[in-house]
């Protein structure tokens, strides 16, 4: 089946830089996405990456590795706002629009 | 912009009761999901919808019943809601053209307290 994996928590302070890896499993690949989601807020996408390499939007870059099975979000410029839980998340097939998400990975931002 | 409506925010209900929680897209998307959320569980499907009238489990449907009567409307219906559902309810939706990204866009959630 499919998974994946991502840490549970990171904490960084304002300004800094910060890496939130993902790791899958998959019978097939079709693609890594990253949504965002604020305590109390709907998940909301961010970025998605098919083919290997970095993506940029702004402060936020999403890299993936397809030999490595691997992914990462990078954070640049924390800002408090970018407290949130981050989830990755692929297809769960090519024949499907299911999404399987990770578990997420809680980020909080401090002064 | 992709608009996701959800019946209700906040809904308290007793055990037994058969509960809806509708929600509504409006950007003429095939596929709707209902997922439901719990602490250090993340996202969990429990049906989805890629047409209107055809619906498929997801990881967790015992317990629920989908119906999507038209292809902007899909509703979760808890048939006798127990304590152990619970939870943060989430619907989502997509297009079928997934030949650049998967995307997602998500209603508000409705927190439903089973008592």
């Known amino acids: 089946g499919q998974s994946l994996e991502q840490p549970s928590e990171v904490t960084a302070v304002e300004g800094a830089i910060v890496q939130i890896n993902c790791t899958y499993q998959?019978?097939?690949?079709?693609?890594l996405s990253w949504y965002q989601q604020h305590d109390g807020g709907a998940p909301t996408f961010l970025s998605y990456?098919?083919?290997?390499g970095l993506e940029e939007t702004g402060r936020f870059s999403s890299f993936l590795s397809r030999s490595d099975s691997y992914g990462y979000l990078l954070l640049q410029e924390l800002q408090m706002k970018d407290s949130a839980s981050y989830f990755c998340?692929?297809?769960?097939?090519?024949?499907?629009?299911?999404?399987?998400f990770g578990t997420g990975t809680r980020l909080q931002v401090f002064p | 912009d992709v608009k996701v409506t959800q019946s209700s925010r906040y809904l308290v209900k007793r055990t037994g009761e058969k509960v809806f929680l509708e929600c509504v897209q409006d950007?003429?998307?095939?596929?709707m999901f209902w997922y439901r959320q719990d602490p250090g569980l993340g996202l969990r499907l429990i049906y989805f919808?890629?047409?209107?009238?055809?619906?498929e489990k997801g990881d967790i449907p015992e317990g629920y019943s989908v119906s999507r009567e038209k292809k902007e409307r899909f509703s979760l219906i808890l048939e006798s809601a127990s304590t152990n559902q619970t939870s943060m309810y989430l619907c989502?939706?997509?297009?079928?053209?997934?030949?650049?990204?998967?995307?997602?866009?998500f209603g508000p959630g409705t927190r439903l307290t089973v008592l």
């Open positions: 990456n098919a083919l290997d």
């Open positions: 989502a939706s997509s297009s079928s053209d997934h030949a650049v990204t998967d995307t997602q866009y």
């Open positions: 919808s890629y047409d209107v009238k055809m619906k």
């Open positions: 950007m003429d998307h095939e596929n």
């Open positions: 998959t019978s097939g690949f079709y693609g």
């Open positions: 998340a692929v297809r769960d097939g090519y024949n499907t629009d299911k999404l399987i």
